[in-house]
Structure formats: C-alpha cells, structure tokens
C-alpha cells in the first residue's frame, strides 16, 4: 500500500524559510514523477513543483526562484526549500505521485492537473504571517 506523509509545515514570518519533506513508502519510485500542490481555503488546488524521475524540476510561475523541489530516489524522499514566503503561500501542501508511462522515451513533464496524480499524502499547514 502506497503511503505519502509530509512534514515540515508551520508557523512562519513573511520573508522567512520553511523545508517541507515528503516521505514515499509501499513501493520503489524510480519512474515516477513526484509533484507538490497547495490548496487554501475557496480556492482550488494549484501546482506548485513536480520532479521527474530523472530530476528534471518544473515549478509554477509564483513560485519560481523562491522554491527548490528536489528528491532522493534511494531514501524515497522529496523535498520542497521554500524561501522567502508571503502570505499568499499560506496553505496546506500535499505531496503526490504521478506515474511516468513505461514506453515514454524522451524526457517526461509531470502534469499540472491535480488529478491526473495517482497517490496524494495527507497535506501539511503552512501559513506565513505579515
């Protein structure tokens, strides 16, 4: 069975850092693209990074140069570095798994879309204050 648990959420001042880990159990992911999305309230979940198996990284304009996602395929981790936050960064984060398809030869971009992901953790709270 396939589990996601995040970590690292909080409390943090405006212009401040936070580290957000994603720990993958219940099979190997080396041809999976791992992504993280947010969702705060009234509002529908948005990308915010995705990693491919290879470590080809993709982020969402609002967070471009602030955020760096990375992964460890040996420890089934992924990571997320989120510098200098706002408050429009406030919300719960989720980590998710995307499966690459098999045959794919060149280099995969993990989608966009919420629900085209195939297995979800249960999201970390991260609010930023001003």
């Known amino acids: 069975q396939v589990q996601l648990v995040e970590s690292g959420g909080g409390l943090v001042q405006a212009g401040g850092s936070l580290r957000l880990s994603c720990a993958a159990s219940?099979?190997?992911?080396?041809?999976?693209?791992m992504g993280w999305f947010r969702q705060s309230p009234r509002k529908e979940r948005e990308f915010v990074s995705a990693?491919?198996?290879?470590?080809?990284?993709y982020y969402s304009d609002s967070v471009k140069g602030r955020f760096t996602i990375s992964r460890d395929n040996a420890k089934n981790m992924m990571y997320l570095q989120m510098n200098s936050l706002g408050p429009e960064d406030t919300a719960v984060y989720y980590c998710?798994?995307?499966?690459?398809?098999?045959?794919?030869?060149?280099?995969?971009?993990?989608?966009?879309?919420?629900?085209?992901?195939?297995?979800w953790g249960q999201g970390t709270q991260v609010t930023v204050s001003s």
């Open positions: 990693i491919n198996h290879s470590g080809g990284t």
């Open positions: 998710a798994v995307i499966t690459e398809p098999p045959e794919y030869s060149g280099t995969y971009v993990p989608s966009r879309l919420w629900n085209e992901y195939d297995y």
């Open positions: 219940g099979r190997t992911f080396n041809r999976h693209a």
